[in-house]
């Protein structure tokens, strides 16, 4: 089995569900990033699926840019004793910051192109 999947929800429980590629039982730890974003474009069920399928000791991580009453349930459905962090819009950014952006070809999983830039 693989170490790192990255995926979404829907493929994943197709391969759960239709090829055991990929089997959850060691799963340590759960990202649903984009989460807002996934429940807007419709994957409600395919992600409450997915942790309904997943082992009860998961540590799980849920980011969201957007904290709507869908993310809400979603929170209190898939996170235990959840952390809530959010960025404060009246910080300025450190001038040393450096940011860095990778774009993938996940169907070849391949990385495309890296990217380097500074605000």
């Known amino acids: 089995m693989p170490d790192i999947v990255v995926t979404t929800p829907g493929r994943i429980i197709d391969h759960l569900c ?6 959850l039982e060691d799963l340590a730890v759960l ?4 989460a807002g974003l996934f429940l807007e474009l419709g994957f409600s069920a395919e992600i409450r699926e997915l942790i ?11 980011f969201s840019a957007t904290m709507t009453e ?7 459905l898939s996170l235990t004793k959840p952390l809530r962090l959010s960025a404060d819009p009246s910080t300025k950014r450190p001038a040393t910051l450096m940011e860095e952006h990778s774009w993938w070809c996940f169907s070849e999983l ?7 830039t500074k605000p």
Request: glycine share 2%.
């Open 18 to 23: 239709n090829s055991q590629s990929v089997g």
């Open 70 to 76: 869908e993310v809400k349930e979603l929170v209190k």
């Open 31 to 34: 990202i649903l990033d984009e």
């Open 52 to 62: 309904r399928l997943c082992p009860e000791r998961l540590q799980t991580m849920l």
């Open 110 to 116: 391949m990385i495309v192109e890296e990217k380097k």
